[in-house]
Protein backbone atom coordinates (compact mmCIF):
# COMPACT_ATOMS: atom_id res chain seq x y z
CA UNK A 1 0.00 0.00 0.00
CA UNK A 2 0.96 3.98 -0.77
CA UNK A 3 0.35 6.38 1.27
CA UNK A 4 -0.19 10.06 0.47
CA UNK A 5 0.35 12.45 3.15
CA UNK A 6 -2.60 14.79 4.33
CA UNK A 7 -1.81 18.13 5.94
CA UNK A 8 -3.56 20.26 4.41
CA UNK A 9 -1.90 20.69 1.03
CA UNK A 10 -4.04 21.57 -2.23
CA UNK A 11 -5.40 18.98 -5.07
CA UNK A 12 -4.30 15.66 -3.94
CA UNK A 13 -6.50 13.77 -5.82
CA UNK A 14 -4.36 14.10 -9.11
CA UNK A 15 -2.04 12.52 -6.81
CA UNK A 16 -3.48 9.56 -5.73
CA UNK A 17 -5.39 8.52 -9.26
CA UNK A 18 -1.59 9.01 -10.48
CA UNK A 19 -0.21 6.61 -8.05
CA UNK A 20 -3.31 4.23 -8.07
CA UNK A 21 -2.86 3.52 -11.92
CA UNK A 22 0.24 1.71 -10.96
CA UNK A 23 -2.03 -1.09 -9.84
CA UNK A 24 -1.17 -0.37 -5.70
CA UNK A 25 -3.73 0.54 -3.10
CA UNK A 26 -3.30 4.18 -2.75
CA UNK A 27 -4.94 5.92 0.53
CA UNK A 28 -4.33 9.77 1.19
CA UNK A 29 -4.29 9.82 5.13
CA UNK A 30 -2.41 11.47 8.08
CA UNK A 31 -2.89 8.34 9.91
CA UNK A 32 0.11 7.93 11.46
CA UNK A 33 0.13 4.12 11.84
CA UNK A 34 -1.14 3.67 8.37
CA UNK A 35 2.33 6.23 7.52
CA UNK A 36 4.23 4.03 9.07
CA UNK A 37 3.17 0.79 7.91
CA UNK A 38 2.84 1.63 3.89
CA UNK A 39 5.04 0.44 1.83
CA UNK A 40 5.83 3.84 0.17
CA UNK A 41 4.70 7.28 1.77
CA UNK A 42 4.45 10.17 -0.44
CA UNK A 43 5.27 13.68 0.57
CA UNK A 44 3.19 16.07 -1.72
CA UNK A 45 3.52 19.85 -1.04
CA UNK A 46 1.89 23.31 -3.20
CA UNK A 47 2.10 26.74 -2.02
CA UNK A 48 5.35 28.13 0.53
CA UNK A 49 7.83 26.47 1.83
CA UNK A 50 6.73 28.40 5.37
CA UNK A 51 3.27 27.02 5.37
CA UNK A 52 3.84 23.53 4.35
CA UNK A 53 6.01 23.09 7.53
CA UNK A 54 3.69 24.34 9.12
CA UNK A 55 1.08 21.67 7.79
CA UNK A 56 3.88 19.04 8.20
CA UNK A 57 4.28 19.84 12.00
CA UNK A 58 1.11 20.78 12.76
CA UNK A 59 0.12 16.42 11.87
CA UNK A 60 3.55 15.51 13.35
CA UNK A 61 4.29 14.48 9.87
CA UNK A 62 8.33 15.44 10.60
CA UNK A 63 8.36 12.63 12.87
CA UNK A 64 6.74 10.23 10.53
CA UNK A 65 9.53 10.98 7.62
CA UNK A 66 12.33 11.16 10.45
CA UNK A 67 11.00 7.31 11.76
CA UNK A 68 10.86 6.51 8.34
CA UNK A 69 14.32 7.57 7.51
CA UNK A 70 15.68 5.64 9.99
CA UNK A 71 13.93 2.70 9.17
CA UNK A 72 14.98 3.32 5.38
CA UNK A 73 11.83 2.91 4.14
CA UNK A 74 10.69 4.18 1.17
CA UNK A 75 9.60 7.87 1.13
CA UNK A 76 8.97 10.27 -1.71
CA UNK A 77 8.77 13.72 -1.73
CA UNK A 78 7.15 16.48 -4.92
CA UNK A 79 7.74 19.77 -5.26
CA UNK A 80 7.69 21.65 -2.06
CA UNK A 81 7.28 18.11 -0.08
CA UNK A 82 10.79 17.58 -1.65
CA UNK A 83 11.89 21.13 -0.88
CA UNK A 84 11.43 20.63 3.08
CA UNK A 85 13.65 17.45 3.04
CA UNK A 86 16.58 20.37 2.69
CA UNK A 87 18.01 22.10 6.04
CA UNK A 88 16.22 25.34 5.04
CA UNK A 89 14.13 27.35 2.84
CA UNK A 90 13.97 31.23 2.21
CA UNK A 91 10.05 31.29 0.91
CA UNK A 92 8.57 34.46 2.81
CA UNK A 93 11.63 35.45 3.95
CA UNK A 94 9.74 38.65 3.78
CA UNK A 95 7.28 38.50 6.10
CA UNK A 96 9.41 36.59 7.93
CA UNK A 97 13.24 37.43 8.52
CA UNK A 98 14.98 34.46 8.36
CA UNK A 99 14.90 31.19 6.76
CA UNK A 100 12.45 28.34 7.82
CA UNK A 101 14.41 25.36 9.10
CA UNK A 102 13.55 22.22 7.15
CA UNK A 103 13.74 18.34 8.14
CA UNK A 104 17.43 18.82 6.99
CA UNK A 105 17.76 15.07 5.19
CA UNK A 106 19.75 16.90 2.61
CA UNK A 107 22.51 19.46 2.89
CA UNK A 108 21.68 23.52 1.47
CA UNK A 109 18.66 25.46 1.54
CA UNK A 110 16.06 26.43 -1.16
CA UNK A 111 16.06 30.07 -2.62
CA UNK A 112 14.51 31.73 -5.23
CA UNK A 113 15.96 31.34 -8.76
CA UNK A 114 17.32 34.40 -10.63
CA UNK A 115 15.21 34.52 -13.48
CA UNK A 116 13.11 37.41 -14.85
CA UNK A 117 9.97 35.45 -15.44
CA UNK A 118 8.81 33.09 -12.21
CA UNK A 119 7.30 31.02 -11.30
CA UNK A 120 9.12 28.32 -13.52
CA UNK A 121 6.12 27.01 -15.40
CA UNK A 122 5.83 24.66 -17.82
CA UNK A 123 7.47 21.63 -19.19
CA UNK A 124 11.30 20.86 -18.74
CA UNK A 125 14.55 18.34 -19.63
CA UNK A 126 16.44 17.58 -17.19
CA UNK A 127 19.60 15.57 -17.07
CA UNK A 128 19.20 12.19 -15.19
CA UNK A 129 21.92 10.74 -13.68
CA UNK A 130 24.03 7.27 -14.08
CA UNK A 131 21.48 4.00 -13.03
CA UNK A 132 18.60 6.37 -12.26
CA UNK A 133 15.78 4.20 -11.11
CA UNK A 134 13.16 6.73 -11.15
CA UNK A 135 14.51 8.01 -14.89
CA UNK A 136 15.17 4.67 -15.90
CA UNK A 137 13.65 4.56 -19.84
CA UNK A 138 12.81 8.20 -19.75
CA UNK A 139 16.28 10.12 -20.13
CA UNK A 140 14.93 12.02 -23.41
CA UNK A 141 11.39 13.24 -21.54
CA UNK A 142 9.85 16.12 -20.33
CA UNK A 143 8.57 16.99 -17.20
CA UNK A 144 6.15 19.74 -15.80
CA UNK A 145 6.95 22.33 -13.36
CA UNK A 146 5.43 24.81 -11.08
CA UNK A 147 7.92 26.61 -9.14
CA UNK A 148 10.04 29.55 -8.03
CA UNK A 149 12.41 28.41 -5.47
CA UNK A 150 14.86 25.47 -5.57
CA UNK A 151 17.95 24.22 -4.04
CA UNK A 152 20.92 24.73 -6.19
CA UNK A 153 24.08 23.59 -4.30
CA UNK A 154 25.65 20.13 -4.86
CA UNK A 155 25.79 17.56 -2.89
CA UNK A 156 27.11 13.67 -2.69
CA UNK A 157 23.80 12.30 -3.65
CA UNK A 158 22.40 10.95 -7.23
CA UNK A 159 20.81 14.43 -8.26
CA UNK A 160 19.26 15.14 -11.69
CA UNK A 161 19.42 19.02 -12.51
CA UNK A 162 17.61 21.22 -14.73
CA UNK A 163 17.83 24.70 -15.67
CA UNK A 164 16.11 27.98 -15.72
CA UNK A 165 17.72 30.78 -14.66
CA UNK A 166 20.13 28.48 -12.55
CA UNK A 167 21.01 25.14 -12.44
CA UNK A 168 18.76 23.42 -9.62
CA UNK A 169 18.26 20.41 -8.37
CA UNK A 170 14.85 18.68 -10.27
CA UNK A 171 15.38 15.35 -8.34
CA UNK A 172 17.33 13.15 -6.01
CA UNK A 173 17.76 9.57 -5.50
CA UNK A 174 19.10 8.72 -1.83
CA UNK A 175 18.87 5.07 -0.91
CA UNK A 176 15.03 4.95 0.08
CA UNK A 177 14.55 8.33 -0.50
CA UNK A 178 13.00 10.19 -4.04
CA UNK A 179 11.95 13.26 -4.32
CA UNK A 180 11.01 15.61 -7.38
CA UNK A 181 11.29 18.89 -7.50
CA UNK A 182 8.74 18.25 -11.21
CA UNK A 183 5.04 17.26 -10.65
CA UNK A 184 5.17 13.54 -12.02
CA UNK A 185 1.09 13.20 -10.94
CA UNK A 186 0.76 16.31 -13.98
CA UNK A 187 3.64 15.46 -16.31
CA UNK A 188 1.40 13.06 -18.68
CA UNK A 189 2.96 9.62 -19.97
CA UNK A 190 6.35 10.43 -18.95
CA UNK A 191 5.49 11.24 -15.12
CA UNK A 192 3.31 8.23 -15.08
CA UNK A 193 5.86 5.54 -15.85
CA UNK A 194 8.51 7.58 -13.62
CA UNK A 195 6.08 6.76 -11.05
CA UNK A 196 5.98 2.86 -11.77
CA UNK A 197 9.79 3.04 -12.03
CA UNK A 198 9.55 4.00 -8.08
CA UNK A 199 6.29 1.72 -6.64
CA UNK A 200 8.42 -1.16 -8.50
CA UNK A 201 11.51 -0.79 -6.54
CA UNK A 202 8.79 -1.20 -3.46
CA UNK B 1 17.44 22.30 -21.44
CA UNK B 2 15.17 24.99 -22.07
CA UNK B 3 11.45 25.59 -20.85
CA UNK B 4 9.16 24.75 -23.48
CA UNK B 5 6.85 26.50 -25.34
CA UNK B 6 3.11 25.82 -24.24
CA UNK B 7 -0.09 24.81 -26.38
CA UNK B 8 -2.83 24.86 -24.41
CA UNK B 9 -6.60 24.14 -26.00
CA UNK B 10 -9.54 25.93 -24.18
CA UNK B 11 -13.17 24.34 -23.96
CA UNK B 12 -16.37 25.81 -23.43
CA UNK B 13 -18.28 23.88 -21.14
CA UNK B 14 -21.82 24.50 -20.41
CA UNK B 15 -23.74 22.22 -17.94
CA UNK B 16 -21.41 19.48 -18.23
CA UNK B 17 -20.88 19.33 -22.08
CA UNK B 18 -18.48 21.00 -24.31
CA UNK B 19 -20.20 23.64 -26.30
CA UNK B 20 -19.43 26.24 -29.23
CA UNK B 21 -17.63 24.69 -32.52
CA UNK B 22 -16.44 21.94 -31.65
CA UNK B 23 -16.12 19.51 -35.17
CA UNK B 24 -14.72 16.16 -34.49
CA UNK B 25 -14.97 13.30 -36.67
CA UNK B 26 -12.89 10.71 -34.67
CA UNK B 27 -14.96 11.21 -31.34
CA UNK B 28 -17.69 9.26 -30.67
CA UNK B 29 -19.14 12.11 -28.43
CA UNK B 30 -17.72 15.47 -29.66
CA UNK B 31 -19.69 17.04 -26.57
CA UNK B 32 -18.41 15.02 -23.99
CA UNK B 33 -15.58 17.23 -22.24
CA UNK B 34 -13.59 14.41 -20.61
CA UNK B 35 -13.60 12.44 -23.70
CA UNK B 36 -12.01 15.72 -25.34
CA UNK B 37 -9.51 16.20 -23.05
CA UNK B 38 -8.26 13.02 -23.17
CA UNK B 39 -7.81 13.52 -26.93
CA UNK B 40 -5.95 16.71 -26.67
CA UNK B 41 -4.17 14.89 -24.14
CA UNK B 42 -2.92 12.28 -26.56
CA UNK B 43 -2.37 14.83 -29.17
CA UNK B 44 0.29 16.51 -27.35
CA UNK B 45 -1.74 19.44 -25.06
CA UNK B 46 0.29 20.73 -22.64
CA UNK B 47 -2.52 21.51 -20.26
CA UNK B 48 -5.73 21.81 -20.45
CA UNK B 49 -8.28 24.88 -19.85
CA UNK B 50 -12.10 24.65 -19.40
CA UNK B 51 -13.99 27.98 -19.30
CA UNK B 52 -17.13 27.26 -17.64
CA UNK B 53 -20.12 29.57 -18.84
CA UNK B 54 -22.84 27.73 -17.08
CA UNK B 55 -25.64 30.06 -16.35
CA UNK B 56 -27.21 28.42 -13.17
CA UNK B 57 -25.83 26.98 -10.11
CA UNK B 58 -26.80 23.35 -11.14
CA UNK B 59 -24.55 23.51 -14.21
CA UNK B 60 -21.78 24.91 -12.15
CA UNK B 61 -22.32 21.79 -9.99
CA UNK B 62 -22.21 19.77 -12.83
CA UNK B 63 -18.93 21.70 -14.03
CA UNK B 64 -16.83 20.21 -10.65
CA UNK B 65 -18.08 16.73 -11.60
CA UNK B 66 -16.79 17.31 -15.15
CA UNK B 67 -13.36 18.63 -13.70
CA UNK B 68 -13.22 15.18 -11.01
CA UNK B 69 -14.04 13.12 -14.24
CA UNK B 70 -11.47 14.65 -16.18
CA UNK B 71 -8.77 14.60 -13.59
CA UNK B 72 -9.27 10.72 -13.24
CA UNK B 73 -8.03 10.20 -16.30
CA UNK B 74 -5.43 13.11 -17.61
CA UNK B 75 -2.32 13.51 -15.98
CA UNK B 76 -1.36 17.14 -17.38
CA UNK B 77 -2.27 20.11 -15.41
CA UNK B 78 -6.26 21.33 -15.96
CA UNK B 79 -7.33 24.91 -15.31
CA UNK B 80 -10.70 25.84 -15.00
CA UNK B 81 -12.46 29.44 -15.47
CA UNK B 82 -15.59 31.18 -15.34
CA UNK B 83 -17.68 32.40 -12.16
CA UNK B 84 -15.25 32.22 -9.65
CA UNK B 85 -16.10 34.98 -7.28
CA UNK B 86 -14.23 33.71 -3.81
CA UNK B 87 -11.62 31.52 -1.95
CA UNK B 88 -14.56 29.45 -1.67
CA UNK B 89 -14.85 28.68 -5.25
CA UNK B 90 -11.34 28.18 -5.74
CA UNK B 91 -10.99 25.30 -3.00
CA UNK B 92 -14.13 23.87 -4.49
CA UNK B 93 -12.60 23.12 -7.53
CA UNK B 94 -9.16 22.27 -6.50
CA UNK B 95 -10.40 19.48 -4.35
CA UNK B 96 -12.32 18.51 -7.22
CA UNK B 97 -8.86 18.47 -9.47
CA UNK B 98 -8.35 21.47 -10.69
CA UNK B 99 -4.28 22.37 -10.84
CA UNK B 100 -5.24 26.22 -11.55
CA UNK B 101 -7.93 28.71 -11.50
CA UNK B 102 -8.56 31.85 -13.82
CA UNK B 103 -10.62 34.33 -12.83
CA UNK B 104 -11.40 37.83 -13.93
CA UNK B 105 -14.75 40.02 -13.60
CA UNK B 106 -13.91 39.21 -9.44
CA UNK B 107 -10.84 40.14 -9.29
CA UNK B 108 -11.70 43.67 -11.22
CA UNK B 109 -14.79 44.05 -8.97
CA UNK B 110 -12.43 43.16 -5.72
CA UNK B 111 -8.82 43.18 -6.64
CA UNK B 112 -8.20 41.61 -2.94
CA UNK B 113 -9.70 38.44 -4.09
CA UNK B 114 -6.22 38.50 -5.76
CA UNK B 115 -4.70 38.50 -2.76
CA UNK B 116 -6.59 36.31 -0.66
CA UNK B 117 -6.61 33.75 -3.43
CA UNK B 118 -2.74 33.74 -3.55
CA UNK B 119 -2.27 33.86 0.69
CA UNK B 120 -4.80 30.32 0.80
CA UNK B 121 -3.67 28.49 -2.13
CA UNK B 122 -0.04 29.71 -3.69
CA UNK B 123 0.49 32.06 -6.59
CA UNK B 124 0.72 29.11 -9.17
CA UNK B 125 -2.76 27.97 -8.64
CA UNK B 126 -3.92 31.85 -10.05
CA UNK B 127 -4.44 32.46 -13.72
CA UNK B 128 -5.56 36.39 -14.13
CA UNK B 129 -7.92 36.42 -17.21
CA UNK B 130 -7.81 39.73 -18.91
CA UNK B 131 -10.27 41.01 -21.87
CA UNK B 132 -8.39 43.31 -23.61
CA UNK B 133 -9.51 45.60 -26.45
CA UNK B 134 -7.67 48.59 -28.06
CA UNK B 135 -9.37 51.59 -26.92
CA UNK B 136 -8.60 54.86 -25.51
CA UNK B 137 -6.80 54.53 -22.53
CA UNK B 138 -3.12 55.34 -21.53
CA UNK B 139 -1.42 52.68 -22.73
CA UNK B 140 -4.16 52.39 -25.91
CA UNK B 141 -5.21 49.39 -24.49
CA UNK B 142 -8.55 48.45 -21.83
CA UNK B 143 -9.78 45.55 -19.85
CA UNK B 144 -13.81 44.57 -20.87
CA UNK B 145 -15.87 42.36 -19.22
CA UNK B 146 -19.08 40.25 -20.26
CA UNK B 147 -16.79 38.60 -23.36
CA UNK B 148 -15.68 42.11 -24.71
CA UNK B 149 -18.82 43.80 -24.62
CA UNK B 150 -18.57 45.64 -21.76
CA UNK B 151 -15.73 48.58 -21.56
CA UNK B 152 -14.18 49.16 -17.55
CA UNK B 153 -11.76 52.00 -18.49
CA UNK B 154 -9.38 50.53 -16.49
CA UNK B 155 -5.69 50.63 -18.64
CA UNK B 156 -4.80 46.83 -19.47
CA UNK B 157 -1.09 47.59 -18.33
CA UNK B 158 -1.76 49.56 -15.58
CA UNK B 159 -3.96 46.18 -13.92
CA UNK B 160 -1.59 43.60 -15.12
CA UNK B 161 1.10 45.27 -12.94
CA UNK B 162 -1.16 45.99 -10.23
CA UNK B 163 -2.45 41.94 -10.41
CA UNK B 164 1.45 41.13 -10.36
CA UNK B 165 2.01 42.81 -7.39
CA UNK B 166 -1.02 41.41 -5.47
CA UNK B 167 0.26 37.89 -6.40
CA UNK B 168 -1.24 36.28 -9.32
CA UNK B 169 1.19 33.45 -11.10
CA UNK B 170 0.16 33.75 -14.85
CA UNK B 171 -1.38 36.24 -16.82
CA UNK B 172 -3.90 35.08 -19.68
CA UNK B 173 -4.24 37.71 -22.31
CA UNK B 174 -7.41 37.58 -24.62
CA UNK B 175 -7.27 40.02 -27.28
CA UNK B 176 -11.01 40.59 -27.44
CA UNK B 177 -9.74 42.45 -31.24
CA UNK B 178 -8.58 39.18 -32.45
CA UNK B 179 -10.63 36.88 -30.93
CA UNK B 180 -13.00 34.50 -33.43
CA UNK B 181 -11.06 35.87 -36.52
CA UNK B 182 -8.54 33.44 -36.98
CA UNK B 183 -6.28 36.72 -38.93
CA UNK B 184 -3.68 36.18 -35.78
CA UNK B 185 -2.85 37.27 -32.19
CA UNK B 186 -2.93 40.73 -31.37
CA UNK B 187 0.75 40.90 -31.23
CA UNK B 188 1.38 44.92 -30.27
CA UNK B 189 -1.25 43.51 -27.11
CA UNK B 190 1.57 41.21 -26.77
CA UNK B 191 4.73 43.18 -26.66
CA UNK B 192 3.11 46.20 -24.85
CA UNK B 193 1.47 43.85 -21.47
CA UNK B 194 5.43 41.68 -21.56
CA UNK B 195 7.55 43.92 -19.68
CA UNK B 196 4.54 44.54 -17.34
CA UNK B 197 4.29 40.78 -15.97
CA UNK B 198 6.65 39.31 -14.78
CA UNK B 199 4.63 35.80 -14.26
CA UNK B 200 4.43 33.98 -17.22
CA UNK B 201 2.04 35.52 -20.44
CA UNK B 202 -0.23 33.23 -22.14
CA UNK B 203 -1.46 34.46 -25.16
CA UNK B 204 -5.56 34.15 -26.67
CA UNK B 205 -7.22 34.93 -29.35
CA UNK B 206 -7.36 35.23 -33.20
CA UNK B 207 -4.83 31.84 -33.77
CA UNK B 208 -5.60 31.14 -37.42
CA UNK B 209 -2.11 30.04 -39.63
CA UNK B 210 0.90 28.38 -38.29
CA UNK B 211 2.92 31.30 -38.42
CA UNK B 212 0.58 33.13 -36.00
CA UNK B 213 1.46 30.76 -33.01
CA UNK B 214 4.89 31.42 -34.03
CA UNK B 215 4.93 35.16 -34.40
CA UNK B 216 2.89 35.53 -30.69
CA UNK B 217 6.15 33.65 -29.45
CA UNK B 218 8.20 35.94 -31.24
CA UNK B 219 6.32 38.79 -29.39
CA UNK B 220 6.68 37.40 -25.48
CA UNK B 221 4.18 35.01 -25.04
CA UNK B 222 5.14 31.95 -22.94
CA UNK B 223 2.51 30.15 -24.01
CA UNK B 224 -0.87 29.91 -26.62
CA UNK B 225 -4.41 29.41 -25.88
CA UNK B 226 -6.52 28.65 -28.84
CA UNK B 227 -9.78 26.93 -29.14
CA UNK B 228 -11.75 26.66 -32.87
CA UNK B 229 -8.85 26.23 -34.74
CA UNK B 230 -7.78 23.29 -32.96
CA UNK B 231 -11.83 22.14 -32.39
CA UNK B 232 -12.56 22.25 -35.81
CA UNK B 233 -9.91 20.36 -37.09
CA UNK B 234 -7.91 23.45 -38.99
CA UNK B 235 -4.39 22.35 -37.02
CA UNK B 236 -3.77 19.09 -35.03
CA UNK B 237 -1.50 20.23 -32.27
CA UNK B 238 1.29 17.61 -33.16
CA UNK B 239 1.35 19.60 -36.46
CA UNK B 240 1.30 23.03 -34.64
CA UNK B 241 4.19 21.34 -32.63
CA UNK B 242 6.25 19.91 -35.32
CA UNK B 243 5.97 23.42 -36.78
CA UNK B 244 7.32 25.18 -34.13
CA UNK B 245 10.03 22.81 -33.24
CA UNK B 246 11.55 22.94 -37.42
CA UNK B 247 11.50 26.56 -36.52
CA UNK B 248 13.46 26.37 -33.94
CA UNK B 249 11.76 26.70 -30.58
CA UNK B 250 11.63 24.53 -27.85
CA UNK B 251 8.92 21.98 -27.89
CA UNK B 252 7.50 19.05 -25.79
CA UNK B 253 7.13 16.39 -28.03
CA UNK B 254 4.30 13.85 -27.31
CA UNK B 255 5.79 11.34 -25.16
CA UNK B 256 7.24 8.39 -26.88
CA UNK B 257 5.72 5.75 -24.56
Redesign the interface.
Known amino acids: MIAILDYGS??L??AQ??FATTGHEVVVTADREICRKSAGLVVPG???FRSCMKGLLAVGGDEIVRERLNKQQSTFGICIGMQIFFESGTETAQEFPGATPGLGIWKGSVDKLNA????????????APQNSLLFKGLE???F????SYAAKTESHKKIAW???GDRFIAAIEDEAFFATQFHP?????????LIKNWTDSL | MTLSIRIIPCLDVDSGRVVKGVNFTNLVDAGDPVEMASLYDREGADELTFLDISASSSGRDTTIDVVRRTADQVFIPLTVGGGIRSVKDVNALLRAGADKVSINTAALARPALIAEIADTFGSQVLVLSVDARRARTNSGFEVTTHGGRKGTDIDALEWVEKACELGVGEILLNSMDADGTRAGYDLGMIRAVRPKANVPLIASGGAGTMEDFAAALDAGADALLAASVFHFGIHRISDVKEYLSRSGYSVRMPSKR
Not at chain 1, 116 to 127: F, R
Request: glycine share 12%.
Open positions: GNRSRAVGAPVLPHMGWNTVSEESYFVHAEYEKSGAAGLA
